[in-house]
Nanobody
Framework: QVHMVESGGGLIQAGGSLRLSCVVS????????MAWFRQAPVKEREFVAA???????YYSDSVKGRFAISRDVAKNTVFLQMNSVKPEDTAVYYC???????????????WGEGSLVTVSS
């Protein structure tokens, strides 16, 4: 059974930095693409960043240059480094995995439960 557990969310002031982590078990981590999505109140879940099994990275335009996705294969963990955060980054952040790299909700095979990030102005 696949488990994906996010951590690192919380309250942060605008302009600050935060790192989210997601520990994955139950799948061959090194062979899966990993991604982060987010969902703000009354909005649809949206793509944030993805990393392929070959460590190619992809970002939404809204976070490009501010956020960085990375992975530690030895620890089965994917990270999202969030810098220069803005109030509009406030959302529940979900990690997701897929056998094939994708950037839509429908492309993902497995999901974590989410971690809330709140950015105050």
């Amino acid at each position: 059974q696949v488990h994906m557990v996010e951590s690192g969310g919380g309250l942060i002031q605008a302009g600050g930095s935060l790192r989210l982590s997601c520990v994955v078990s139950g799948l061959p981590f090194s062979n899966y693409a990993m991604a982060w999505f987010r969902q703000a109140p009354v909005k649809e879940r949206e793509f944030v960043a993805a990393i392929s099994w070959r460590d190619g990275t992809y970002y939404s335009d809204s976070v490009k240059g501010r956020f960085a996705i990375s992975r530690d294969v030895a620890k089965n963990t994917v990270f999202l480094q969030m810098n220069s955060v803005k109030p509009e980054d406030t959302a529940v952040y979900y990690c997701a995995s897929a056998r094939r790299l994708g950037v839509t909700v429908g492309d993902m095979d497995y999901w974590g439960e989410g971690s809330l990030v709140t950015v105050s102005s």
